[in-house]
């Protein structure tokens, strides 16, 4: 077929008296699908079910130190934790503090000691006339509604295949003490699944902030969340901690990551690791905020992984689940849209989540079009800050909670409401 673009009127509205036929016949089938959020399904939940047999009534509670953990004590995380968190994390278990199961929660609180109290003995945010914070879009809504709930100002800053762009980012950073932080997925990033070069990261390592408490958010959620057993498949980037170490910078970075979706979403490990400095300016506030985290669940996951090799082992069990799902999607957007003229998509190798972007103004029709159908989507805009998409374009998809036969429904659904919404913009022109 041609391009939506190269059609005459009267093609237009032939191929759009088709299609809206297709879409009745979709609409009577009553379908309930969602591909609204990056919810690990059912299947992959099952991979960590022996996790639950770890312990026991009868099992041993003592840590390598010999603390019971059942108990009080250990603010920063057992020491067998660290150590597989770091490894996964890339760093030392020193520059490693364990929380509980959400690194959201991690940030959330990160933010709101700096807005409260100040990032190492720097003025609160709170009393400062105006805070701002870069934001690389399309990104992770999550992300955005934090800041947004400080009322703190949001800037986009465009994406690309490299990672952010970063003449905006240093141009930001260096001249204005207002930017006190920058919101980062590195690796398989949400939504488009990019992975920063190492030009990008060594360029945020070698920032020269004017604000003295900037921060950069290093959120990485897909650290081993791979799609390919292959090497040469994988997305490898540099370890911005030992970067910002050797640029002279080692307090710039706060590094988050989970295993939420690596065992149970809902009852992971998520951890922080930063430099000493931080740690410490942390670990004032944790001394107040609580008296230890979970360790019987740290304990449940060193047990069931025993080390890095094996977790690693489990992620390629995950793969296999998420791998055909994504083939899926993409198989359905190149099918349907490919040569149209009308789209275009990421086909990441690990993360979550595929970004799409329609012709600009279609995105919200789009997701109407398909929730009219009964297929549910991320809500257009919610990659941007404040729900925002300037060109309403760009629409997350997240593969990995329908079964491979709902998901194929799905996408369908998804290509046909894009394919009607486009010849209806075309045909408003």
């Known amino acids: 077929m041609k391009a939506y673009n190269e059609m005459t009127r009267d093609e237009l509205l032939s191929e759009k008296e ?49 603390t019971d953990c059942r108990n009080y004590g250990i603010m920063d995380g057992i020491p067998e934790a660290k ?27 990160t933010v709101s000691r700096s807005y409260t109290h100040g990032v190492c003995g ?25 800041t947004e709930f400080f009322g703190i100002e949001m800037i986009n800053i465009p994406m690309t295949p490299e990672g952010p762009d970063m003449d905006l980012v240093e141009q930001y950073v260096n001249s204005d003490p207002a930017v006190k932080g920058i919101w980062c997925v590195p690796k398989y990033s949400n ?42 498949k994988q997305d490898v980037i540099l370890e911005i901690l030992d970067e910002c ?39 004032k506030f944790m001394q107040v905020q609580t008296i230890g985290h979970d360790k019987l669940n740290q304990l449940r996951h060193v047990r069931f992984f025993g080390n890095m090799a094996n ?19 993409e198989n359905a957007l190149e099918k349907d849209l490919g040569g149209l003229g009308i789209a275009s998509w990421t086909n990441p190798r690990g993360g979550y989540f595929i970004s799409f972007d329609s012709m600009d ?14 297929v549910k989507l991320t809500p257009a805009g919610a990659t941007y800050p404040y729900g925002k998409d300037p060109k309403d374009s760009n629409i ?26 486009s010849v209806e913009k075309l045909l408003e022109a």
């Open 311 to 329: 977790m690693h082992a489990h992620m390629s069990r995950h793969a296999a689940i998420l791998r055909p799902k994504f083939e899926a999607v």
């Open 191 to 232: 939504p488009q699944g990019y992975s920063y070069s190492d030009a990008t990261v060594l360029r945020f390592a070698r920032l020269n902030p004017a604000a003295e408490d900037f921060r950069i958010y290093w959120d990485n959620a897909y650290s081993i969340h791979h799609l390919y057993d292959e090497p040469e």
């Open 396 to 421: 997350r998809i997240a593969p990995s909670f329908p079964t491979l036969e709902e998901l194929k429904k799905a996408a369908a659904v998804f290509t046909l409401s894009v394919r009607l919404v």
């Open 18 to 66: 088709a299609l809206e036929r297709q879409f009745a016949e979709v609409k009577a089938q009553h379908l309930k699908l969602d591909m609204s959020r990056g919810k690990p399904s059912k299947a992959q939940l099952e991979l960590s079910n022996e996790m639950m047999d770890v312990l026991n009534g009868d099992s041993y509670f003592l840590d390598e130190t010999g």
């Open 361 to 374: 103004g279609c995105a919200k029709a789009i997701v109407a079009k398909c929730a009219e159908a009964g």
């Open 122 to 146: 720097s003025t609160p945010w709170c009393r400062l006339d105006k805070v701002k914070f870069l934001c690389p879009v399309p990104g992770y809504d999550r992300h955005f509604r934090i």
């Open 245 to 283: 170490e050797k640029a002279g910078h080692p307090d710039m970075v706060y590094k988050f990551i989970s295993t939420s979706k690596v065992t149970f979403p809902g009852s992971g490990l998520a951890a922080l690791a930063s430099s000493k400095r931080n740690l410490e300016d942390i670990s």
């Open 83 to 109: 150590r597989l968190m770091g490894e996964m994390s890339e760093v030392s278990p020193d520059h490693m503090i364990i929380f509980g199961n959400s690194s959201l929660n991690i940030m959330f609180d």
